[in-house]
C-alpha cells in the first residue's frame, strides 16, 4: 500500500515503525554512544538497565563500552524528560535540560513531598550556594541537603536538596551507574562537569523532531507524554510545514518526518529483551503499538517501577528477572557480575499467554545470551 499524508496507519504498521527507529528489528553496527543519540537517551532511573537496552539493540556490545562513555564523561545521567533521570551524550545534556526547565520549575513548590511550599527562602541564592558546594566535590542529596541547611537555618534539608536538582542542572556522576558496581548518587553541576554551558536554545522544536525519528510517527499527545512538556501544539504548528501527517486507526494525527521510515506490517520482528523503564514502552500516550492495556497493568506497577519484558512479533508478550535463590538480582550489580561459588544464577521468563513450541525456544535461546552476557556466574533459563 502507497503511504501518502492523510493514510490511516494501522497499529501493526506503527508497532514496525517503532521496533525500525528503536533499532529492536535487527542488532545494529554503531557505537553506544551513536545509539543513546539516536534514542534521545534512555531512561535510567535505575543505574544498569540502559547496558541491558544497549546489549538488546546493538551488534558486540560490551558493558565496558557503556561504563567508559560516563568515566569520559562523553554520556551522563541527569534528569530530564518527564523529569526522570536519563542516559545522554553530553552534547544532548547540555541543548536538552534548558528545553525541559518547565518541568522542574513547576515542581519546585508544588511538589507534594519535597517541594519548597510556603519557603520564603531566595532561589536564586540557593542555587548559587549549591553549585559551589558541589562544584567542589559531588554530592549526595542528603550530604547536600545538610550542608545547605547550615547556610539557610530553618528550611528542610531535604526541601533545599529538591529545589537544586530542581534549578540546577546537576549530573549523577561515576561510579554510580558503572556495570558491576554500586554507590550512592551523588551529583555535580552539569556545566562543570561537562566544561562547557547549557545551551540557550529553549524551544523544544529540535527536541520534538529528534523524538518522531526514534519514536514516531506520533500525535502531540504522544509527544507530550514522552517530554513531560504541556501545550506543545504550538510547536508543532510551526513544524508542521516539514512534517507529514497520517492519521490512526482511531483518527488521530499522527505527525511524522516525511523521509522516516515505515516498514510493511510483515517486517519480521525477532525476539526481544526489554530493561526495567525502556523508553519503547514509556513515550506515548497510546502505547498499544507495543503493549496491550491489558499487559500493561502486569508491567506498570502502582508504585512507578517498569518492570523488564520480552517482545514476541513485536508486542510485549510477557516478564522476565534475574533471581538467584528465588530471590532478585539486579543485572549489572556485583552479586550479577562478580565470580562466586554457589546457586546458579536463573533468568526466570513469566508469559502473559500461552506461546508456541518454537517461539519458546527461540526466547530461551535468546535469554541464554542474554545470561551470558548479563553474568558470569553459572546460569539457567526457568519457565514460570
Known amino acids: 500500500m502507497e503511504i501518502t499524508a492523510g493514510t490511516t496507519l494501522s497499529t501493526r504498521r506503527l508497532n514496525r515503525a ?23 537517551g534512555m531512561q535510567a532511573q535505575a543505574p544498569h538497565p540502559p547496558y541491558i537496552g544497549l546489549w538488546t539493540r546493538l551488534a558486540d556490545f560490551a558493558p565496558a563500552r ?74 549526595t542529596a542528603k550530604a547536600l541537603g545538610l550542608a545547605l541547611a547550615e547556610r539557610f537555618p530553618g528550611e528542610d534539608p531535604a526541601a533545599l536538596a529538591h529545589a537544586l536538582r530542581s534549578q540546577a542542572a546537576l549530573v549523577q556522576v561515576p561510579p554510580r551507574a558503572l556495570w558491576g558496581h554500586s554507590g550512592q548518587s551523588a551529583c555535580t553541576p552539569a556545566d562543570h562537569w561537562l566544561g562547557r554551558p547549557l545551551a540557550t536554545e529553549t524551544t523544544p522544536d529540535a527536541m520534538l523532531l529528534r523524538y ?8 502531540i499527545a504522544d509527544m507530550q ?9 504550538e510547536a508543532v504548528d510551526r513544524l508542521r510545514p516539514h512534517l507529514v501527517v497520517y492519521r490512526d486507526e482511531a483518527g488521530r494525527d499522527l505527525y511524522d518526518l516525511p523521509d522516516a521510515s515505515l516498514p510493511p506490517e510483515d517486517t519480521p520482528a525477532p525476539p526481544r529483551f526489554l530493561p526495567e523503564f525502556d523508553n519503547a514502552l514509556l513515550s506515548h500516550a497510546d502505547r498499544t503499538r507495543i503493549i496491550s492495556d491489558e499487559d500493561r497493568k ?34 549489572g550489580s556485583p552479586s550479577a557480575t562478580t565470580t562466586e561459588s554457589g546457586p546458579p544464577l536463573t533468568l526466570e521468563l513469566t508469559p502473559f499467554r500461552p506461546l508456541t513450541r518454537t517461539t519458546r525456544k527461540s526466547l530461551t535461546e535468546e535469554a541464554t545470551r542474554l545470561l551470558t552476557f548479563t553474568t558470569p556466574h553459572p546460569h539457567e533459563v526457568h519457565w514460570n
Open 298 to 331: 502486569r508491567v506498570f506497577t502502582i508504585n512507578g517501577i517498569i518492570r523488564p519484558t520480552f517482545l514476541v512479533d513485536g508486542m510485549v508478550a510477557g516478564q522476565w528477572r534475574l533471581t538467584k535463590s528465588g530471590k532478585p538480582v539486579s543485572p
Open 225 to 233: 507524554t514522552w517530554s513531560g512538556l504541556g501545550r506543545l501544539r
Open 66 to 139: 557503556l561504563a567508559d562513555l560516563l568515566t569520559e564523561r562523553r554520556v551522563v545521567r541527569i534528569g530530564l524528560m518527564r523529569g526522570t533521570v536519563h542516559l545522554v551524550t553530553a552534547a544532548d545534556c547540555l541543548a536538552l535540560r534548558p528545553v525541559v526547565q518547565p518541568i522542574y520549575d513547576a515542581n519546585l513548590y508544588r511538589n507534594s513531598q519535597h517541594g519548597l511550599g510556603d519557603s520564603v527562602v531566595d532561589v536564586p541564592q540557593l542555587v548559587a550556594a549549591g553549585r559551589e558546594l558541589m562544584i567542589e566535590r559531588p554530592l
Open 212 to 219: 518522531l525519528a526514534a519514536f514516531g510517527p506520533a500525535t
Open 18 to 40: 517503532l521496533l525500525e527507529r528503536q533499532l529492536l528489528t535487527r542488532r545494529h553496527p554503531i557505537s553506544a554512544e551513536a545509539a543513546i543519540e539516536h534514542l534521545v
